[in-house]
């Protein structure tokens, strides 16, 4: 079975500041790993994912992460916020032996919220 | 092209009422997946879509909810005798997978069902 766990639940920030969301994952077998972001009053959206190769990604808005497998973490960063990064921030695990089912396994999610 | 839409975008019903939520993939999108969305328990997999295939029904929490897919389009998850503890966001997703990537999953709105 997998697990995802978000270590920090609320994370409080100033616009320009650099942040980091961490995710540590458990995992019997080969997992591939995505964040995914809520924005306020709005639905699921892909932030950036890692299925192989390098293990830092780059994705939307300026994000980064790093899949650091020794660490089975793939924590999310970006070197500075703005306001409009208020939001909910979710971890995510799919297993690579699942043929086409791609069934996602969350972490509870960190929300992110940028002030002035 | 249109995202995934659910309807209704809100429930409120009645202890022990049955309800249906219905999900209108991304056209042409051959998995379609439904997760709940809850305080406390955050994201969780209920029901898997692939084709004709048969449906990955692992997350359903009990034989009240149940869920269709009809012409490989448009779901419907239907919850019977509902109980407060379904009281959640119902999200549906979908996704054209491929055989080494793992496409994105595209996320509805989703459906607020309160339970009174």
């Known amino acids: 079975a997998q697990s995802v766990t978000q270590l920090d639940s609320q994370v409080p920030v100033f616009e320009e500041a650099p942040v980091e969301l961490r995710c540590n994952y458990s995992s019997s077998v080969s997992v591939y790993l995505f964040w995914y972001v809520q924005y306020p009053n709005q639905g699921l959206q892909l932030l950036l994912k890692y299925l192989s190769g390098s293990t830092l990604v780059k994705g939307i808005n300026g994000f980064e992460a790093e899949f650091n497998k020794s660490q089975t973490s793939f924590h999310l960063r970006k070197p500075s916020v703005h306001i409009s990064d208020t939001a909910e921030y979710f971890c995510?695990?799919?297993?690579?032996?699942?043929?086409?089912?791609?069934?996602?396994?969350w972490g509870l999610g960190t929300s992110l919220a940028v002030n002035p | 092209g249109a995202g995934v839409s659910q309807s209704p975008s809100n429930k409120v019903t009645e202890k022990g009422k049955d309800v249906e939520l219905r999900c209108d993939p991304i056209?042409?999108?051959?998995?379609l997946y439904w997760y709940r969305q809850s305080l406390g328990q955050g994201l969780e997999f209920l029901i898997y879509?692939?084709?004709?295939?048969?449906?990955?029904k692992s997350g359903l929490p009990s034989d009240r909810f149940s869920a269709e897919r009809t012409g490989g389009s448009v779901s419907t998850l239907t919850i019977q005798r509902t109980q407060q503890e379904d009281s959640a966001v119902y999200l549906c997703?979908?996704?054209?997978?491929?055989?080494?990537?793992?496409?994105?999953?595209?996320f509805g709105p989703g459906t607020r069902l309160t339970v009174t």
């Open positions: 879509f692939q084709g004709n295939s048969a449906p990955d």
């Open positions: 997703a979908s996704s054209s997978p491929g055989v080494w990537d793992p496409s994105e999953q595209y």
């Open positions: 056209s042409g999108h051959t998995a």
């Open positions: 995510a695990v799919s297993r690579t032996n699942a043929g086409n089912n791609r069934k996602l396994i």
